[in-house]
């Protein structure tokens, strides 16, 4: 039987002093309201993206929703973030503005020095759905998006260009997005004859096969069962390890946040949803899911997430702690 907690501190001083103190440390959330926005952005050397007073308004039957206000965020190339909020807060919101999916009403959002206009090869998508054409196999899938970026003259203002590549060196890119999600084997079957962990592979090989600068996920592994769920998400520690993506990851779930992030953004609750904290999660790489059960640094960390969107922005949602 489990003894009290005042029974366990007695026998084990030292186990609970290091946790208190992990959870100290890994507490010591930013709070962006307090934080001068000019210095967070400063204090990133090399930035692959800015977020610059973002806001995005919807017009509604009942009038204009705020869904965002006053987003500043700037995202280090390399870095590993991740969106967390209550459900319906704008993380989606926020990540398609990033895709250039939608436009800020307000503000501005800037990718390798360029504002964001629209979408781009430089931000590779995977989306919930994984929206793939149930017509072609997963190679053609992945195939369609290598042949869009690189089998067509890539145009650099002012300068002469990068020529069409040719259909080997097309070939060659798509099996290798295959081959780094695990999916040669199914390269020619079509998405209704594989399974959902299956098939949001694809949708991560599809977006990596453009090499992207930047890759942002919505919930990629949010209908997964647990077990695909932590395949998938250590599969993605060792892609980003291999191709030093910068990657923004919208999730629900507080320990796939701490396991992949090297900063975790919370999102305040909507409407006029803005920057509630940001966390930065020093846990060295690469990480080892199981050796991080028992790290009171780790546990740390999560406890700060959980105190946060439960105490601080308390709401009945969909979050799995
Ligand atoms: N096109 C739209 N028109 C009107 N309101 C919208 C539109 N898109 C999003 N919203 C609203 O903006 C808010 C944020 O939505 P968003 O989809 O970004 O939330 P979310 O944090 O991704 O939620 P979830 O975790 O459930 O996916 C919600 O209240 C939503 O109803
Ligand atoms: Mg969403």
């Not at 690189?150 to 099996?175: H, N, S, V």
């Not at 599809?206 to 932590?230: H, I, K, N, Y």
């Not at 395949?231 to 990851?249: F, H």
Request: hydrophobic share 45%; net charge positive; charged share 20%.
């Amino acid at each position: 039987m489990l003894a009290t907690t005042g029974e366990f501190a007695a026998k084990n001083p030292n186990t609970c002093r290091a946790v208190k103190a992990a959870i100290i440390e890994a507490g010591k959330w930013i709070d962006a309201s307090l934080t001068n926005k000019n210095k967070m952005a400063e204090a990133v050397a090399d930035k692959a993206i800015e977020i610059q007073g973002v806001a995005q308004s919807f017009t509604t039957p009942k009038g204009t929703f705020v869904a965002l206000r006053d987003i500043n965020l700037t995202v280090a190339k390399g870095e590993f973030v991740t969106l967390i909020g209550h459900s319906g807060c704008g993380k989606s919101t926020l990540l398609n503005l990033i895709a250039g999916l939608a436009t800020p009403t307000q503000g501005a959002l800037i990718c390798a020095n360029r504002e964001i206009k629209g979408t781009g090869p430089d931000r590779g998508v995977v989306l919930q759905n994984h929206s793939l054409l149930p017509w072609l196999t997963c190679y053609d899938n992945v195939y369609l998006a290598v042949q869009r970026v690189f089998g067509q003259t890539q145009l650099i203002k002012g300068q002469a260009g990068i020529p069409a590549e040719t259909k080997a060196k097309l070939k060659e890119r798509t099996d290798a997005a295959l081959a780094m999600v695990g999916l040669t084997p199914a390269a020619q079957k079509r998405p209704g004859e594989i399974s959902g962990g299956m098939k949001q592979r694809v949708g991560l090989a599809r977006a990596l096969s453009m090499q992207p600068a930047v890759l942002l996920m919505d919930e990629p592994f949010g209908a997964l069962d647990a077990l695909t769920r932590a395949k998938l998400q250590d599969e993605l520690l060792d892609i980003v390890a291999k191709t030093q993506s910068t990657v923004v990851m919208v999730t629900h779930d507080v320990d796939e946040a701490v396991l992949l992030s090297d900063r975790i953004v919370m999102l305040t609750n909507g409407p006029d949803a803005t920057i509630g904290g940001v966390l930065s999660v020093a846990l060295p790489r690469p990480r080892n899911r199981v050796a991080l059960a028992e790290s009171t640094q780790y546990l740390g960390y999560r406890k700060a997430v959980i105190d946060l969107l439960y105490t601080r922005q308390a709401h009945v949602g969909k979050l799995a702690a």
